[in-house]
């Protein structure tokens, strides 16, 4: 029973194009974020969203637009859609803020 | 949030302890030590967390100096399956509900059969 599950694992998708990402945990957490991990495998915060409501928004192209419609779900669309997209997206969850965050398998993006 | 230092490799002999330092010498007295690992093509796995005393779970041991500006993480009996990136974080309990882990290079373990 998957704790935190993103849907696709693999997407692939020519530029300029509009993809979203789906993320959701069964975990009851509060907490839900996305990171990025790009080629050189530097994970990074992109945002961070405590009962529906964003906490954090990192230095992120608004072309990425995270969507909450309840706690157990943050989805992340992308609109246009460039090559420097291509990442692997990383969907996490946590409850209090002193516990440890649980990932998800992640989401390789690849642009062409 | 206090920088991490670690090395960027090691290996350890299957079976035998491993032992993963981390150096965070400017840590603050509100700032909590964290190890997560990332086995390859895997989201991020948390391992274990603490401030000042020694903690152990099921899956590690974390050895915190007095003046808290090292640790070390242990995985008591290595496997294949300990091969890895582990990372060390150290981050500072903010309140607002949320936090963000800031990811380092870690180090990447190589557990040898």
């Known amino acids: 029973d998957t704790a935190v599950s993103q849907t696709p694992k693999y997407l692939v998708t020519q530029m300029g194009n509009d993809k979203s990402i789906k993320c959701e945990q069964n975990l009851g957490h509060d907490t839900m974020y996305w990171y990025k991990q790009d080629s050189k495998k530097f994970l990074k915060i992109m945002f961070s969203?405590?009962?529906?409501?964003?906490?954090i928004n990192e230095t992120v192209p608004n072309r990425f637009s995270p969507k909450s419609p309840d706690k157990a779900h943050l989805n992340l669309h992308i609109n246009s859609l460039e090559l420097g997209d291509s990442a692997v997206y990383f969907c996490a969850s946590s409850q209090a803020e002193i516990s440890g965050a649980f990932f998800g398998q992640g989401t390789r993006l690849t642009v062409v | 949030d206090a920088k991490t230092t670690q090395p960027t490799s090691m290996d350890c002999a299957e079976g035998r302890a491993a032992n993963l330092p981390c150096n965070h010498s400017?840590?603050?007295?509100?700032?909590?030590v964290y190890w997560y690992r990332q086995i390859h093509s895997q989201g991020p796995q948390y391992i274990i967390h603490?401030?000042?005393n020694n903690e152990t779970n099921e899956m590690a041991s974390l050895i915190i100096t007095e003046d808290r500006k090292s640790s070390t993480l242990i995985l008591p009996h290595a496997t294949l399956r300990d091969t890895a990136v582990y990372y060390c974080i150290v981050r500072a309990y903010s309140g607002a509900g949320s936090y963000q882990l800031t990811f380092g290079k870690g180090t990447k373990l190589s557990v040898i059969p």
């Open positions: 400017t840590i603050s007295g509100n700032e909590y």
């Open positions: 603490g401030l000042k």
């Open positions: 969203y405590n009962n529906k409501e964003l906490i």
